[in-house]
């Protein structure tokens, strides 16, 4: 069964950087767009970022612009989320998966139409 693999989440303070990994084994990600989404209890799963595999365009929310940068290494199969001047409201699960239906994102996600949610990966940014 595929399922993608988070990594590089941790505990951090204000203003500081991580940079997660996201690969799928026995799963080859080109050809479908691939998102960054975020989770705190209680709260619904939130779409972060994805990354197109037709034309490398990229979405990001608006919490985010300016301070992540989503990319692809396709020949690693792997994604990436570089987060950068991290605050405390960004501390959440962070998951990836593959959009199915498209291989460009749409400017507002649809969860039904990823796949292949992993395990996620904690990121807590402390004040």
């Known amino acids: 069964q595929v399922q993608f693999v988070e990594s590089g989440g941790g505990l951090v303070q204000s203003g500081d950087s991580l940079r997660l990994s996201c690969v799928a084994p026995?799963?080859?990600?080109?050809?479908?767009?691939i998102g960054w989404f975020r989770q705190v209890p209680g709260k619904e799963r939130e779409a972060v970022s994805c990354?197109?595999?037709?034309?490398?365009?990229?979405v990001y929310t608006d919490s985010v612009k300016g301070r992540f940068t989503i990319f692809r290494d396709n020949a690693k199969n792997t994604v990436y989320l570089q987060m950068n001047s991290l605050k405390p409201e960004d501390t959440a699960v962070y998951y990836c998966?593959?959009?199915?239906?498209?291989?460009?994102?749409?400017?507002?996600?649809?969860?039904?139409?990823?796949?292949?949610w992993g395990q996620g990966t904690q990121v807590t940014v402390s004040s």
């Open positions: 998966a593959a959009n199915l239906m498209r291989s460009r994102c749409a400017q507002r996600a649809t969860l039904h139409e990823y796949a292949y």
């Open positions: 990354a197109s595999s037709s034309d490398g365009s990229t």
């Open positions: 026995g799963f080859f990600l080109d050809g479908y767009a």
